[in-house]
Each structure stands twice: as C-alpha cells, then as structure tokens.
C-alpha cells in the first residue's frame, strides 16, 4: 500500500524573482516556481511546527527565515513545510525524501523530530529517493525551536537556533544510530532519543496534555502518573538470549541519547553512534525516593543509586509476568502503547548534521 499523500512542501526561492508566482497548493501552502537548474542544486527541507512551545516555535521560525536565507540559499533551494496536525510530519518527510531531497530538518522540539524521523521509514524498512539511485540518502538535521530539546542536550548543543544552522551549513555529517519499537499488531516505530516503560512514560503520556505550561508540564505530568502508581514484576529478554524476571519495576528506560523528561540525564552512558542502547532500570522506588534522588537523575549520577541498574544492548524484550494490558510504553516523549514491546537498534541508520 502506497504512503498517505500528503501536501507538497512550500518552495522558497534563494532570490526573489520577478516572474514567479505563487499558488495555493491542495494542503493550503504556497509553492514558488524553481527552474531545473535550481532543483539541481538539492532542496532542503524544513518541517515547522507552528504550534510548537504553546505558538512561539512558528514566530521563532518567521524571525529565523530571512538568517536562514541568507546562510543556505546559495547553497540549496530552501523548502518549508508548516505541518497542519499530527503526524503530518511524519508524511512530509516521507514524501520529501521520495523526491530526492538532500536533507530534511526538524524544526521544533522533540516531538518534531520524533515525527521526521519516523518518516525516514515505511513499514519497517528505509524511504528511498525514488529517481536518484541507491547512493543517494537524504540527512537529518534539527533546528530546536520547541517545548523540550532533549537531543540537543546529547551533544552539548545551545538552544541558539543560528548555532543549529551553522551546523546544516557546515555540513557535517555522522551515522546516527536509530531505536526500534515493535509491539504485536503494530507497524514498527522509531525514536532518538529515549523509550521508557511505566511510570516514566506514563508520567510523559500525562506531561503532553500541559504542554501550554512548558517545561513545567513534566512536573504534572509526573504528579498525575505517581497517583495509584504500583511497581509491577516484568520479564525481559536480552539480546535474543532466555527470559528473566525483573521484580517491582517502577521504570524501564531505553536510552539511544541520554536525555529524557526536560533534561533528565536517564541513560546517561548512552551514545548514538555506538551501535549499542543502554537499558536503565529502577526497581523498588517509591515516591519520595523520586524527591530525594531527583538531582541524581537530572544529574546522570544515579547509576550507583541503590534500585537503579544499568545495561548495554542490542535487543530487549520487556513483557509483564501477569498480563494487565496497563502498563504504559512511551518513546521520545510520545505514548507509544503497551507491553509487551521489543526495542533494538539499527546502527548508522541515518547521515545526521553533527
């Protein structure tokens, strides 16, 4: 089955030009005529979301625009997408990377580039430019303009967005490995950054509805999660080998990046470019134990904390031993479903602006 078709995104000349125009496309955008030597040069593809950061991040973005001209147009043709909703992302990405684009940034927080890098996939497997042979791959890159830029956290970047597009301009890129969920009777999922089981992610599925309350959402959202909580015994394969019982889990954590939650350091030895995901454990916490050991967490030194264990793999399956159906799974900040799931790496998986 073919992919969702999806609007186009907007093209934006490098140079106003006085004999192109511009037309309502069949999603509302605008698009701006290229010439074929301009579509030679590659497009660059920016994915906005406007609502992002309660509206800030598409204000952030207008007053962006004419730095971002004025770094990349001679480089590229410059496209911009403004996503309409949920998951349109995901499609754009799908669609920008078919036509052969060379690059497609987020522009957002993490939930932006949670989208657009599930939109390097289709049904499991890689999106390939459709008419520009197999060598060709399009890179990822990211503008942090959102709630939470966990990401950026990883490799020390600044939350300064010219930073971000002195990067893309550098050109700089490294294999960035990739997390896989699978779940029965679901299509695979991707994320970057952190998936995480029970209390954690149910703490997340809660944060995004206050997100108008920034950062701050994760603290009610962790105050919602902690009511009726109750550790629970789960079973874990690793890396393919036998089953094992976990007791009195409270939190699972799947890190590819380090950073979860608004800045708290969770997998804090995790590395995207190892071909590894690091798999954080917390058993038998209560909730004050969260208030006491929370600078710790932000902190990444809680490894040696007792009820926190901490391992290295390629693959994990993570069940409960007495099914309930209720216990939350989340990656990247986005409700994900429930257990059971299989979480597993794909190394170097995309060319990413580093």
Not at 169 to 192: A, T, Y
Request: glycine share 12%; charged share 20%; with cysteine.
């Amino acid at each position: 089955m073919a992919a969702p078709a999806t609007p186009r995104p907007s093209l934006i000349l490098p140079r106003a030009s006085s004999h192109s125009h511009s037309q309502p496309s069949a999603g509302g955008l605008t698009s701006d005529r290229v010439t074929a030597s301009n579509r030679r040069r590659g497009d660059f593809v920016f994915v906005v979301n406007p609502s992002g950061a309660n509206g800030r991040t598409g204000k952030q973005w207008k007053q962006l625009l004419p730095h971002l001209r004025t770094r990349l147009a001679d480089q590229c043709n410059i496209c911009e997408c403004i996503t309409s909703g949920p998951s349109h992302a995901i499609d754009v990405t799908r669609e920008a990377i078919k036509d052969g684009a060379d690059a497609v940034i987020a522009v957002g927080g993490d939930g932006t580039l949670h989208e657009v890098v599930n939109g390097f996939f289709w049904k499991g497997s890689p999106v390939c430019a459709l008419d520009r042979g197999p060598d060709h791959s399009t890179a990822l890159g990211l503008i942090p303009l959102g709630t939470g830029s966990d990401f950026a956290r990883t490799f020390g970047w600044t939350n300064d967005p010219r930073d971000a597009i002195d990067r893309i301009v550098r050109g700089v890129k490294s294999k960035l490995d990739i997390g896989v969920m699978e779940s029965p009777n679901r299509e695979p999922h991707f994320f970057v950054n952190v998936a995480d089981i029970h209390l954690s992610a149910k703490a997340g599925y809660f944060a995004s509805m206050y997100k108008r309350f920034g950062n701050l959402c994760y603290v009610f959202g962790a105050l919602r999660a902690f009511w009726g909580h109750n550790n629970g015994d789960m079973r874990i394969k690793v890396n393919g080998g036998e089953w094992r019982t976990v007791h009195k889990v409270t939190a699972l954590c799947i890190g590819n990046a380090k950073y979860f939650g608004g800045g708290m350091k969770i997998t804090p030895t995790a590395d995207p470019f190892s071909g590894n995901l690091e798999v954080v454990i917390l058993q038998h916490f209560k909730w004050y134990d969260f208030l006491l050991k929370l600078h710790r967490l932000y902190g990444g030194t809680h490894l040696s904390v007792n009820g926190v264990s901490s391992i290295r793999v390629q693959s994990i399956e993570v069940a409960e031993v007495t099914a309930s159906g209720g216990i939350f799974v989340q990656s990247d900040g986005e409700h994900f479903g429930f257990l059971p799931t299989k979480f597993s790496v794909l190394p170097g998986a995309v060319d990413c602006f580093c």
